[in-house]
């Protein structure tokens, strides 16, 4: 695959360094690329050398600046400033090679083969049944699709999971629940709502009469043996829960390969705890029940475990309960060795919240015990919180993510009400407008900081938000409509001609393009694409309000700044897509 402008600007200033220290190990000239305020364009610390040839980094640099030349390469200059080089691009070649990338990748510009030949799988979303879709789920599901979305973009081959949470006590006590106080026509009306209901009249009549514990514990244990009527239940109980979650999906755009509820790993489980002991890896460990519960504890008093304090974990990790019965953590393990087998990934990525940090921790450290062969890695986040602090899940008190995302679309309309749009147009803007919104205030933030939900930030016209990027978006469709506009390749263009500072700095900006995606993708952190599409959009605006476009002065340099702006609009609409976002033609 051909380079894209900045890997070739990158090779040859190591090339040129290189020259001047022979000796040195290419890897130690790491090339930055610094704010594009600055007037160089790519930069290299020499400290390290420096220290490594006894030398004052601030002369190095001085004396390799002075004696480099730039012949052949993409500079017209090489400065020394505070021990670093840097290396300023020659406009005419840089707007040349940057326009030839467009034009070459078109509307793949950014793509990769980082990922050829590679699968990831991305563990995302996963809810659990009979509960509420909340909006602790939003997070997972919408940094878990952008991921895939980047993923794929760089040529992996991604495999988007969705691990439902679909096994556990609960389902016992939920069972026992439905069959005392439930009745079908409520849950067949509102599903999760119900069960929900259900769930906890549950845990408040159990206050009282805690004998219902062991009621439930029945079910579940009836549930485990595969009877008929305990898997009737649950298997409506999972149908009508996924049917709701369904719908929330199409409304967010998200789509999976799999959906896999850790009730499929049940067959495995038995498989997995032997493999653990003959391993040596669990051990089996003795323990004196409470009294009153004597009943539940028929093997022997005895579960296994994995200790692993001897790599820093204090916590053991439970695999099998004194009842016989398994956990999370023991189907998250058959999970593993699963996806081992079946996609041999280079390696699964879990987009869960923080607060399964240890889990984690457990299952990755006991999956390595195990020698099973897959690299794991745990991608958390931040929790959401409602600006008017009304609304918080930490507090107990669940928000259904539906009524949220109804509310963006609602909040969407209203703005853009007065517009000269179709009452159709108005119903698809409203819709790619408010979930956009919603997404973007998700991804926009370093996924380890809390987000913070208000709604006039998220939907305002001019701050960092998705309706704003979504807006310039249109204006630049607008031109290119209002100028007839149908591909750069057609026209005749002289990129060399692009050289007012706003244009030089959109230039660069293009050039930056696929190393955000690639840094997004390094540290899975799609806030680098959000953030560098806000600077983008901003960017566009003063060139637009600076530099006449459709009244050019000539007819080449109308052309050239078309072919500018088209760029502009393919990077806005692919950086918006790789996040999720869909971008509206008018708005
Ligand atoms: N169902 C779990 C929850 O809602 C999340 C599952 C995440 N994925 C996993 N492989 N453990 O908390």
Not at 30 to 44: G, H, K, M, R, W
Not at 61 to 76: P, Q
Not at 290 to 295: A, D, I, Y
Not at 300 to 308: C, D, E, Y
Request: glycine share 4%; aromatic share 10%; charged share 30%.
């Amino acid at each position: 695959m051909e380079k894209y402008a900045l890997s070739v600007a990158q090779e040859q200033a190591q090339e040129i360094l290189i020259k001047a220290f022979p000796d040195i190990d290419i890897n130690k000239l790491q090339v930055f690329y610094p704010p594009v305020e600055i007037e160089a364009d790519l930069s290299i610390p020499l400290f390290g050398v420096a220290k490594e040839l006894k030398q004052n980094p601030m002369k190095l640099a001085e004396e390799v600046a002075n004696k480099s030349d730039c012949a052949g390469t993409l500079f017209s200059k090489i400065t020394a400033e505070k021990g670093y080089v840097n290396f300023v691009f020659d406009r005419e070649k840089i707007n040349k090679q940057v326009f030839n990338d467009y034009l070459s990748f078109a509307e793949e510009y950014g793509v990769s083969e980082i990922g050829k030949d590679k699968t990831v799988v991305i563990d995302y979303s996963s809810p659990n049944i009979a509960k509420p879709f909340s909006i602790g789920h939003l997070r997972t599901t919408v940094l878990g699709q952008a991921l895939c979305n980047i993923f794929r973009f760089a040529g992996y081959k991604v495999i988007a999971e969705n691990h439902i949470g679909d096994w556990g006590t609960q389902f016992g006590k939920l069972i026992y629940a439905y069959k005392q106080w439930g009745n079908k026509e409520d849950i067949e009306a509102s599903p999760i709502k119900a069960l929900l209901e259900l769930y906890v009249r549950f845990h408040k009549e159990a206050e009282s009469t805690p004998e219902i514990e062991n009621e439930a514990r029945k079910w579940f244990k009836k549930l485990e043996e595969k009877d008929e009527e305990a898997t009737k239940v649950w298997e409506w109980f999972k149908d009508v829960s996924l049917k709701e979650f369904e719908r929330i999906y199409k409304i967010l755009g998200v789509k999976f390969d799999d959906i896999i509820g850790e009730s499929f790993y049940n067959d495995m489980l038995k498989g997995i705890v032997t493999e653990a002991l003959d391993k040596k890896v669990a051990e089996w460990e003795e323990i004196t029940p409470p009294e009153q519960l004597e009943e539940n504890f028929p093997q022997k008093n005895k579960l296994v475990l994995i200790k692993l304090d001897n790599y820093g974990i204090r916590q053991p990790l439970l695999l099998q309960k004194s009842d016989g019965t398994s956990l999370y953590a023991t189907r998250e393990l058959a999970a593993i060795k699963h996806r081992m087998e079946k996609w041999n990934p280079e390696r699964v990525i879990y987009v869960v919240g923080a607060e399964q940090k240890l889990h984690f921790q457990q299952c990755f450290k006991a999956s390595e015990l195990l020698g099973y062969n897959v690299k794991c890695v745990h991608i958390w986040f931040g929790l959401i919180r409602m600006a008017d602090g009304k609304m918080s899940t930490r507090e107990g008190r669940v928000i259904f993510l539906e009524d949220v995302l109804n509310e963006a679309i609602q909040r969407a309309k209203d703005i853009i009400a007065e517009r000269d749009l179709t009452e159709q147009e108005k119903e698809t803007v409203a819709r790619i407008v408010g979930i956009g919104a919603i997404k973007y205030v998700d991804l926009s933030q370093d996924r380890v900081k809390d987000v913070v939900f208000d709604w006039n930030k998220m939907l305002s016209l001019d701050g960092d938000s998705a309706p704003y990027i979504q807006y310039v978006y249109t204006r630049v469709k607008s031109i290119l409509r209002k100028a007839d506009f149908d591909g750069a390749t057609k026209l005749n263009l002289k990129p060399e001609l692009l050289v007012e500072k706003e244009e030089v700095d959109i230039i660069k900006r293009i050039s930056h393009f696929p190393e955000v995606i690639n840094q997004a993708l390094e540290n899975y952190e799609p806030h680098r694409i959000a953030n560098y599409l806000f600077d983008f959009a901003q960017s566009f605006n003063r060139l637009y309000a600076n530099v006449s476009i459709l009244k050019a002065e000539t007819e080449e340099l109308r052309n050239s700044r078309l072919a500018l702006i088209d760029i502009v609009r393919y990077i806005i609409k692919r950086g918006l897509a790789l996040l999720g976002i869909d971008s509206p033609e008018k708005m």
